[in-house]
């Protein structure tokens, strides 16, 4: 096994395979030359770069140099594109030996390695870009490109995904991707749009056929060493390469009139994996912006809003925003859906204070139940109240008539009077009573 070989095996992203593989063979082209006929690395061509990778450990070069050299000569290239050549070629090399000293590690980044991030001006990428461009791809193109758009699926994710991987019966459909092609390696599942299992379902009425003819046609790429085998076995959706992927989208822009290239990194503005950036802005729209970011792999909210949202939540919200990312409505039509989406929404707010407004409502209609019940109660103690005074009335009446030829029972009966009277006034029977012999008394001095 080769060293590229064996240090491969330790990493299952297939995305951090390609990436090493590619920054090692741009590196030994640099130091031997190019290796390649073509732009794209031929099969026969692989041993050939393992080989040279070997050899390079037993040539006792001077590593540093090579390294400062090589990254002067990729310094036009997008600043991160260089630092992330330089991240796999300093790894890849220190596990076969070959460190930077610490003081020649800082030279190559404060000096070599260009500053920044993206340089690469994109241009705008819409609803009526995209509706142009897939009027100018086939049934698989089309296909492919709503599966990026409405899924946010990466492109070689979207490669990846197999027969088995797909449910387009579910609403809205489901495509699973696994954690050893996704960028963070966590298994997670995304939906696509209505318009897309349509394309999808057209696609798979030819798949067949287009793979049988495939094979055919790669039959003689292979007798010359230029290709792999292809069998008619492959079980991915789209079993294609990312290059005829991106070949097909290439021409599709240049059909459609929106291909440009960028004046300083020569690369296209428009790209597939703007199609992500695309997804994630179009549903943030309308939902929380958790859910697209989670549904298309970003590691913080992948693990953070599934913990937050059930499947059901995450397939709800998709659908509330599907229409933003279906992409052959017209616009009259989507405009007016977002309308309506929009109004809905505020309908539901304003439905969501009415029915905290009606809880209210019916907890104060509840409170003066019991006032009324109270008043009642009271009430009925005050009639009970007036009906003992009277009674005791005609008590005081009998016992004053029965007194009335003896003094001294009159003088007790008049100090138990007068007690009475003042626990009365003070209130110990109650504000009734006391206010109605105020006002009796004042009336008898009136009088």
Not at 170 to 181: L, V
Not at 377 to 397: A, I
Request: glycine residues 6%; charged residues 30%.
């Amino acid at each position: 096994m080769s060293r590229l070989q064996e240090f491969l095996s330790d990493y299952q992203n297939a995305s951090t395979r390609t990436g090493y593989t590619a920054s090692l063979r741009s590196f030994i082209d640099f130091v031997y030359g190019s290796q390649r006929k073509g732009t794209r690395v031929a099969p026969d061509e692989i041993e050939r770069y393992e080989i040279l990778i070997d050899q390079y450990f037993k040539d006792n070069r001077d590593y540093q140099k090579d390294v400062k050299e090589f990254l002067k000569s990729i310094n036009n290239r997008a600043p991160l594109s260089v630092r992330q050549t330089f991240n796999c070629l300093r790894e890849f090399m220190g596990v076969n030996g070959l460190d930077l000293e610490k003081k020649e590690l800082r030279r190559i980044k404060k000096h070599v390695i260009p500053k920044g991030g993206v340089r690469t001006v994109e241009r705008e990428m819409d609803v009526e870009t995209l509706r142009s461009i897939l009027t100018h791809l086939d049934v698989k193109g089309r296909a492919m490109v709503l599966c990026l758009a409405s899924g946010g699926m990466r492109l070689n994710e979207l490669l990846a995904v197999t027969l088995d991987d797909v449910d387009l019966d579910t609403i809205p459909a489901k495509m699973i991707i696994r954690g050893n092609t996704a960028k963070n390696g966590h298994d997670r599942f995304t939906f696509v749009s209505a318009e897309c299992v349509s394309a999808v379902r057209e696609w798979l009425k030819v798949r067949d056929q287009y793979l049988a003819l495939s094979v055919k046609r790669n039959e003689g790429f292979v007798r010359n060493g230029r290709s792999k085998a292809k069998t008619q076995n492959d079980t991915r959706l789209f079993p294609y390469s990312d290059h005829i992927a991106i070949t097909m989208w290439e021409h599709a822009l240049k059909k459609s009139g929106y291909h440009s290239t960028d004046k300083t990194t020569g690369r296209s503005q428009i790209h597939l994996h703007m199609l992500r950036k695309f997804y994630i802005s179009q549903l943030s729209l309308l939902i929380s912006k958790e859910i697209p970011e989670a549904l298309c792999g970003h590691a913080g909210y992948l693990t953070g809003a599934y913990r937050r949202y059930t499947a059901a939540q995450l397939a709800e919200g998709y659908r509330k925003a599907e229409h933003l990312v279906t992409i052959a409505m017209p616009k009259q039509i989507h405009e007016l859906q977002t309308e309506f989406q929009e109004r809905m929404q505020s309908q539901g707010v304003i439905l969501e204070r009415v029915v905290a407004e009606n809880v209210e409502l019916k907890s104060l209609i509840q409170k003066q139940a019991e006032i009324s019940r109270d008043l009642i109660f009271k009430n009925e103690e005050l009639t009970k109240s007036v009906d003992d005074l009277s009674e005791l009335s005609g008590t005081f009446g009998k016992i004053i008539r029965s007194v009335a030829g003896d003094p001294a029972s009159a003088m007790v009966l008049q100090d138990g009077l007068s007690t009475f009277r003042k626990d009365i006034l003070d209130g110990k029977f109650g504000p009734v009573m006391r206010d109605r012999l105020v006002q009796r008394e004042a009336e008898h001095n009136t009088g």
